[in-house]
């Protein structure tokens, strides 16, 4: 009886050795396909890293500019661009005729595209109606635009 278990024991250690063996041939080979794809990918970004160190090593030089701050345009700057001016009259017919015509289509997309595109008209049309408008007063909207941060 004791034989019995002793050789059962045997043949469980032996499966057990087995097995770990199995996984530490397996262990090498996940690590040899590590360093392999390592160093494909280390092969594969070099002109990418050469590209990026060639960007810092380059002198920067140039002009530099120094903007201004500008005012944004109220409803009398927009009337007199695209209402009073000739040419501002023409960009605006212009603008209209190109962004002003059907909007829905049977793609949803391309509807909101061009509902997109006329709000611009709109928005600028909007501000030479106020502009126009005899209770307008570019004082106001000033302060308005002033007190609001815009």
Known sequence: MIGFFIAILTVMLLVKGVIIRQLIQENRLNKRNAEYYKAKLDEHSKPFQQLLNEEEAKDERGYHFKWRQVKKPTS???RLHFDMSGDGQR?????????????FTDDERETCRRIGRAEVVDFIINRINTANDPRYSEQLEI???????E
Not at 91 to 103: A, D, G
């Open 76 to 78: 009398m700057t927009y």
């Open 143 to 149: 302060a308005h635009m002033e007190q609001n941060n």
């Open 91 to 103: 960009i605006l017919e212009e603008l209209t005729s190109r962004f002003k015509r059907n909007v």
